[in-house]
């Protein structure tokens, strides 16, 4: 079966980075895009972007450039998410999602478990 | 790319349907038949129940459905059980973008 499993919480200081992974079992990786979402605490989901699982090619949502990055390592299946220049209003848990099947559009099928980014000093 | 207006939050006794409604704009909800809808329990990720405006994956109760109407589609949920209590995102395709709705809390009375 189709998981997504996310690495654990983090606690970073202030002007630091982070990297997310998400490593994906149970269908060929390379087939599906894989998206992130943000939600921070209390807060709805937001759309961060996605990346080309085949080609690596990254697109990123508005307000997601610059210092945050997308990233594979097909090799074992897993994606990760890259911030840098952490800020506390990037304090938030952090969700990579895969469509429902290979022709559905903005369908997150599968989700990961999330994992929560918290920036503080 | 605004967010998908919801409302805040909506309720219902157990038994009765409920509606939550999403509104975006012709450049997404009123341009695609590609909205979907997500349960969200707390500290969990969210679930999948409705996509392509309608459609239900496999698992998903028949107690849910989607409609849409012009550029707002809408979540309705009938025989409300105290186990749909949760947090409801809508989510449309909006050309390179995906947005998301504010959320909507349902309360079972």
């Known amino acids: 079966q189709v998981q997504l499993v996310q690495s654990g919480s983090e606690l970073k200081k202030p002007g630091a980075s982070v990297k997310v992974s998400c490593k994906a079992s149970g269908y060929t990786f390379s087939t599906y895009a894989m998206n992130w979402v943000r939600q921070a605490p209390g807060q709805g989901l937001e759309w961060m972007g996605w990346i080309n699982t085949n080609t690596g090619n990254p697109t990123y949502a508005q307000g997601f450039t610059g210092r945050f990055v997308f990233s594979l390592d097909t090799s074992v299946s897993t994606a990760y998410l890259h911030i840098s220049s952490l800020k506390a209003e990037d304090t938030a848990v952090y969700f990579c999602?895969?469509?429902?099947?290979?022709?559905?559009?903005?369908?997150?099928?599968?989700w990961g478990q999330g994992t929560l980014v918290t920036v503080s000093s | 790319q605004s967010a998908l207006t919801q409302p805040a939050s909506v309720s219902g006794s157990p038994g009765q349907s409920i509606t939550i409604s999403c509104t975006g704009t012709s450049r997404d909800v009123g341009s695609y038949n590609l909205v979907s809808w997500y349960q969200q329990h707390p500290g969990k990720a969210p679930k999948l129940m409705i996509y392509e405006g309608n459609k239900r994956p496999s698992g998903v109760s028949n107690r849910f459905s989607g409609s849409k109407s012009g550029n707002t589609a809408s979540l309705t949920i009938s025989g409300l059980q105290a186990e749909d209590e949760a947090d409801y995102y809508c989510c449309s395709h909006a050309g390179r973008n995906v947005v998301f709705g504010g959320g909507t809390k349902l309360t079972v009375l």
């Open positions: 999602a895969r469509g429902l099947t290979m022709t559905t559009v903005a369908t997150f099928g599968y």
